[in-house]
């Protein structure tokens, strides 16, 4: 059975652009590795702040990297662990894919359809200018809206599915918004591989 599939849309944005495969790893790679990182990752739940009050984050992270670099986003700094050898698979097949190294991979774990993550840009100052950020998704589909800061008719949803690849480029992360909304659905959980490049 083939590892990747060349079923690939390329979506043009103003401003953007972003390429979606959708069976990056087939069935069975997909639920290989659903289950490794579900168990081997060190999940953590971090508080954050929000209009003054504390709340607990609606999903789990964790961060890990080929360096001791930290990470922070909303005001929660990130000490990353070293690449246990499935991430560092899945880093290298990624590269090969898109001829683009990345040093830190920021994982989510939404355990149900009440974990969620609200809108915001990954323009933080350690990305660098026009940063490539790519997306791997394992488990229940869920869908990713995104929407430009300025340009109210530019609104946008992929549904990522199970073992997909959603790569942003170009000047997205300075123009564009995302999130992973929340749903009543009851749904499984779904696992989310970010691959980036801090400098």
Known sequence: MDL????????KRPNA????????????TANHYFKALK???KWQQD??????KTHKQPRLTALYANNDKPYSYSNITMKPNRFTSDLLQIKTDIENKIKHQFTT???????NGSDSNGWHADNEKALGLNPIIASLSFGETRPFHFKHR???DEKHQINLHHGSLLIMKGEMQH????QIPKTKKPIR???????RTLI
């Open 4 to 11: 990747f599939s060349e079923e690939k849309t390329i979506l």
């Open 17 to 28: 652009e972003l390429i979606y495969i959708k069976n990056f790893y087939n069935l069975d």
């Open 39 to 41: 168990h081997a990752i």
């Open 47 to 52: 508080d954050i702040r929000v209009f003054g």
């Open 105 to 111: 991979i920021l994982l989510n774990l939404y355990r």
């Open 150 to 152: 300025t340009i109210k």
């Open 175 to 178: 123009y564009w918004l995302h």
């Open 189 to 195: 959980e779904r696992i989310n591989l970010t691959f």
